[in-house]
């Protein structure tokens, strides 16, 4: 009942590269309990720095009704100068607590959690809005950890691609991440020097980056039936999101913090253009066509993280692959 474990990034690192089809059921697992309304997934926290406002942390909580109810917190760092200090922007911790006594039993390294976690869902995603089409041109918009996570997922799903191209606005780290995709993952890949040029004629856009405001404007910067991961939820104006087919992991949580679908919210005063969230494709509930682009926002939801690591700690628990702290409660008795 007291037991009390760590479990460290290398750990972490290695359950996720062995266990990343896994780590997708487990995504599509949770966002069908959550549309079931059997967890709880307030809003995050955000605290920010007067002097730095570029730095955050984000608290998520969150609470999931499964196979083994499971309640915790995500406590996840972003500071961007990080990148030019050559380190990763992201640092996380995840606290899992036991949903019947309250008490937590297990601290995880969370970065590469979170960033599992973003890039299953991105995955399924295209799974699900491309009806199993496992093939084409990919463009990768952003070359950081958060798209290389993508492409590992890709290819764990078995997705084979005739190109991909990668921008970012630093061609050093987008050669990079081409050359991760060549020479690790065997897809096809180079650097497309523009925008135009990356997503011109791909069949799947992903974008991944830290883009603050749109860029993205021009009317016809996606085609119908293009599917567009906007993972990094900041890149495309509000005008090409209502002129689109809108796919979100969750309504409410997705129309704040100035994301692409609020942005457009806020300007023409509705939601009509929302399609349905993921769970709903899944469900047969609302269909997309190809008569139009198809855009898939997810707002990154804690319970997400909450399923994913409860799936590391019991790969590592059973593989005894955990740190034990003895005592780490000091008391375990009123009297």
Not at 204 to 215: D, H, Q, R
Not at 269 to 285: C, P, S, Y
Not at 289 to 304: H, Q
Request: glycine residues 8%.
């Amino acid at each position: 009942m007291f037991e009390f474990d760590v479990v460290g990034g290398r750990t972490v690192q290695d359950i996720v590269r062995d266990s990343r089809r896994d780590i997708v059921r487990v995504v599509r697992d949770t966002y069908l309990a959550h549309h079931a309304g059997r967890s709880v997934n307030p809003d995050s926290y955000f605290l920010r720095f007067p002097e730095k406002p570029a730095d955050r942390i984000i608290a998520l909580p969150a609470y999931l009704d499964g196979e083994r109810e499971v309640a915790g917190i995500k406590w996840i760092a972003s500071f961007p100068a990080n990148i030019q200090r050559g380190i990763p922007r992201a640092s996380a911790t995840l606290v899992l607590n036991d949903a019947e006594t309250g008490y937590p039993f297990a601290l995880l390294e969370a970065s590469q959690i979170s960033a599992a976690r973003t890039a299953a869902s991105a995955v399924l995603a295209a799974n699900v809005l491309t009806g199993e089409r496992r093939g084409g041109r990919l463009a990768v918009v952003g070359a950081g950890i958060i798209a290389r996570n993508i492409l590992e997922f890709f290819h764990a799903e078995q997705w084979a691609f005739e190109h991909v191209a990668v921008h970012d606005l630093s061609r050093e780290y987008g050669t990079a991440l081409a050359a991760h995709a060549t020479e690790r993952l065997e897809y096809p890949a180079s650097y497309a020097d523009t925008l135009q040029e990356a997503v011109s004629g791909a069949d799947l856009v992903v974008f991944a980056t830290t883009a603050g405001e749109p860029y993205v404007l021009e009317p016809d910067a996606f085609a119908p039936g293009q599917i567009v991961l906007n993972i990094s939820l900041r890149d495309i104006g509000p005008e090409l999101i209502v002129g689109s087919y809108n796919v979100l992991d969750d309504v409410d949580h997705c129309l704040k913090a100035d994301t692409s679908p609020h942005l457009a919210e806020q300007k023409y005063g509705n939601r009509d253009f929302i399609t349905g969230t993921l769970a709903e494709v899944i469900n047969a509930e609302v269909t997309v066509g190809t008569d139009k682009p198809v855009v898939f926002s997810p707002f990154g939801l804690g319970v997400l993280d909450l399923a994913v690591g409860l799936e590391v700690h019991r790969v590592a628990a059973e593989s005894g692959r955990v740190t034990a702290i003895a005592d780490f409660f000091g008391e375990t008795e009123r009297w």
